[in-house]
């Protein structure tokens, strides 16, 4: 489609995300509609969308790239590996895994160049 066809649009300038906790503690991120192309937060729209999508599409990261975007989680999820290729079992994996205070990430996204990321709830 040229850009003469498109349809006009809306454009999405932010997008805020309300939070609380398994204590109970309440925060708000932000998401950069830059950079994030999509948004996975429930069990069944990370593993039966998100992952599968990796099976197709395995981008690489490292180790570090994948604990500056998932911290502790990924951390334990890379473990010792230096180059980590994205497959569904390693979605997965970041998903159900806990950091070392027995949280799990919230959501997942993809970025536009379809990475994976926390979205901002490391």
Not at 39 to 45: E, G, Q, R
Not at 71 to 100: F, H, M, S, Y
Request: aromatic share 6%; net charge neutral; hydrophobic share 35%.
């Amino acid at each position: 489609m040229t850009n003469a066809k498109q349809k006009k649009r809306a454009k999405v300038t932010g997008i805020t995300i309300n939070l609380v906790d398994p204590k109970g503690n309440a925060r708000t991120i932000t998401i950069d509609p830059n950079v994030t192309k999509a948004l996975f937060w429930d069990d069944k729209s990370v593993l039966d969308i998100l992952a599968p999508f990796y099976d197709t599409h395995n981008p690489e990261m490292t180790r570090e790239e994948l604990i500056d975007r998932f911290g502790a989680v990924g951390r334990k999820v890379a473990g010792a590996n230096q180059k980590i290729k994205v497959t569904k079992d390693v979605i997965k994996k970041l998903w159900e895994e806990e950091d070392d205070n027995g949280d799990s990430l919230s959501l997942l996204s993809k970025t536009f160049i379809c990475l994976p990321d926390s979205g901002g709830s490391v």
